[in-house]
């Protein structure tokens, strides 16, 4: 990639409504570049978000000038060991989670759903016993009650969906039974955008005394999350598609669920006496980060924890339904475009088909014509597009660092593509 001198800018647009986008594009190197000889235009947020310097320069300073394994006697450990509880502070805080201890660092959100399907299997579900899931899932929230229906003999059970991409409360009503032991399910879909009604779900599950999992993979990006007003009892997320490192993910839970979920991984750091009979496990959340974790990028998190905090995550959340709401009218105004979902609440996500585009072609023709990055195909959710009946979607996805110039340029590059077709 070659370095762009000058970032293009707008004088008129460079603030828009109190969010400086054109400054906080000088945070993030990448958004710098040129791409195929083209300004990078990075439309592709859901799959991961783009990295500002104060990520990278925190994970420098750490193995520059702070290094040491935490856990151990020593200065440089004890620090580490600091900074790694001032992190799970701050995604306390950040979810507003009633403790830090509700906080455990996975590998990232895939994981977080396998460490609760994982346990579930291992020790609170019985044969017979009831799964329920949404129609929605990304496979990550499939998979791994799959297996842990296979390997505890419950069956998965799954939530229809109504004809605008929304959750039908009256069939999950219907699917709650006396053996249902968890319902898990996504916050905002990475296809459709819809934001759930996680509020109203958890009321009706508690009604019964069963516990709900919220997958916030693409919600935690976007918007404030209060857990203690959704009143999950499980919350998981990845750092890395919300700008921070690679490699960690998040997995609240309330402390009377990770106090009765078995943990999934033994090992060193999450035991306290071990005898070749028996081990006695940690108290959480250390039970569940068995050996080393990636603590380094956990200590980076923080960082980009604070540089949010300092954009305002209101005003992230305000700036990208702005986005959002551009993006969907222009795209609206080309001809054949289908925009998957009309959900009146949506995360910063398009999804669309075009009658007659082959959506992979265009996915190449974007990228190599115009520099933008967008992601085509089943979109890790089969089963939601086998019930929409469309086989590969293109999907646009929309993040605080994005300009309503690049959605013009996507829209521009659309419409040249089917008339180069046609
Ligand atoms: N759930 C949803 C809704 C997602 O969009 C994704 C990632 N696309 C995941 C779970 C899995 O996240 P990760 O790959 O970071 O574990």
């Known amino acids: 990639m070659e370095i762009q001198t000058k970032e293009k800018t707008n004088t008129q647009q460079s603030t828009q409504e109190g969010f400086d986008v054109y400054r906080v594009r000088q945070d993030f190197p990448m958004l710098q570049q040129k791409l195929n000889g083209k300004p990078f235009i990075y439309l592709d947020s859901a799959a991961s978000g783009q990295k500002p310097q104060v990520l990278m320069d925190r994970l420098s300073d750490f193995y520059a000038h702070e290094y040491g ?239 949010h905090h300092a954009l305002g995550m209101q005003a992230i959340a305000d700036y990208e339904q702005e986005l959002l709401e551009y993006g969907l009218e222009k795209l609206h105004q080309i001809k054949g475009l289908h925009i998957l979902g009309s959900a009146p609440e949506k995360e910063p996500v398009a999804s669309f088909t075009i009658d007659g585009v082959d959506v992979k072609e265009l996915e190449k023709y974007l990228n190599s014509e115009w520099g933008i990055a967008v992601k085509a195909g089943s979109l890790a959710s089969q089963p939601l597009m086998k019930h929409l009946k469309v086989e590969q979607a293109i999907r646009a996805s929309f993040c605080y660092y994005n300009t309503k110039e690049e959605i013009d340029t996507l829209a521009q590059a659309i419409e040249t593509f089917i008339q180069k077709d046609s």
């Open 69 to 307: 394994k935490p856990n151990e006697q020593h200065t440089a450990s004890k620090n580490a060991t600091e900074m790694l509880q001032e992190t799970r502070q701050k995604v306390a805080d950040l979810i507003k989670a009633k403790s830090s201890d509700e906080i455990v660092f996975v590998r990232g959100c895939t994981e977080a759903i396998n460490v609760v399907a994982l346990g579930f299997a291992r020790g609170l579900l019985q044969d017979g016993d009831e799964i329920i899931i949404y129609l929605m899932e990304h496979h990550a929230n499939i998979v791994p009650w799959q297996m842990a229906a296979q390997d505890s003999g419950a069956v998965v059970k799954v939530i229809p969906l109504t004809e605008t991409g929304e959750l039908d409360l009256e069939a999950l009503e219907n699917l709650i039974s006396d053996r249902t032991k968890i319902i898990s399910l996504v916050h905002s879909s990475q296809i459709l955008g819809t934001i759930n009604p996680i509020k109203k779900i958890t009321a009706m599950a508690h009604k019964k005394g069963i516990p709900v999992l919220v997958d916030g993979a693409q919600t935690a990006p976007h918007m404030p999350i209060d857990v203690q007003d959704l009143d999950c009892d499980f919350f998981t997320f990845s750092a890395h598609k919300m700008s921070g490192p690679t490699g960690v993910g998040v997995l609240y839970g309330k402390s009377e669920w990770l106090e009765k979920l078995p943990p999934h991984n033994g090992g060193g750091e999450m035991c306290n006496t071990v005898t070749f009979e028996q081990t006695t496990y940690k108290s959480i959340p250390k039970k569940f980060e068995a050996g080393t974790t990636s603590f380094a990028d956990i200590i980076s998190l923080g960082a980009v924890i604070d540089y």
